[in-house]
């Protein structure tokens, strides 16, 4: 079978072993692999893609995956968590600049989601995302209070400050 094409804003945070990423897919009905996936399931490509628009929350970490939807999350709210992000992130890269040691920082997403980062070199940072699934989504590896934690390994601060840009271009 040949892989769904997935479009819609995405924003990954972190490496390929360990990560966090806000993404709202879009499917396109008349993808072949959407066609294929449709009848395969009995119900038409309309159907199998379904209404979109809902905003999911993916982790990757130690080689397992999962993820939750977001609903009722609208555009305005992953976008305001990025500008907090690329604010922060643009501070850091303007502090490298004049030679000052970069600085930890938080980015809060709201329930679901809280980003911290501490510096690892000049030009990069490691993220902690404390990632709360809605109750019914909690996997096993959840603490307590149902909270997943993922950390990743370095990210380069040029790079996730152009993978934000991007990100909130795709928002509009």
């Not at 966090?20 to 009848?39: K, S």
């Not at 379904?50 to 939750?68: I, S």
């Amino acid at each position: 079978m040949s892989p769904l094409a997935m479009g819609g804003p995405a924003l990954f945070i972190g490496t390929e072993a360990s990560y966090v990423a806000l993404v709202r897919p879009e499917l396109d009905p008349a993808d072949p692999g959407v066609r294929f996936a449709a009848e395969q399931a009995g119900v038409t490509p309309e159907e199998f893609v379904g209404p979109g628009g809902v905003w999911t929350v993916l982790v990757e970490h130690d080689g397992e995956g999962d993820g939750f939807e977001l609903p009722g999350v609208r555009d305005a709210e992953p976008a305001a968590f990025a500008e907090q992000l690329r604010a922060e992130l643009a501070g850091a890269a303007a502090a490298a600049e004049t030679g000052a040691e970069p600085a930890p920082f938080s980015v809060d997403g709201g329930s679901a989601l809280r980003l911290d980062a501490r510096p690892a070199g000049g030009d990069a940072y490691v993220f902690t995302a404390r990632i709360t699934p809605p109750e019914a989504d909690a996997g096993p590896d959840a603490d307590a209070s149902g909270a997943l934690t993922v950390e990743t390994g370095p990210v380069p601060t040029g790079e996730l400050l152009a993978d934000v840009d991007a990100f909130l271009e795709s928002l509009g």
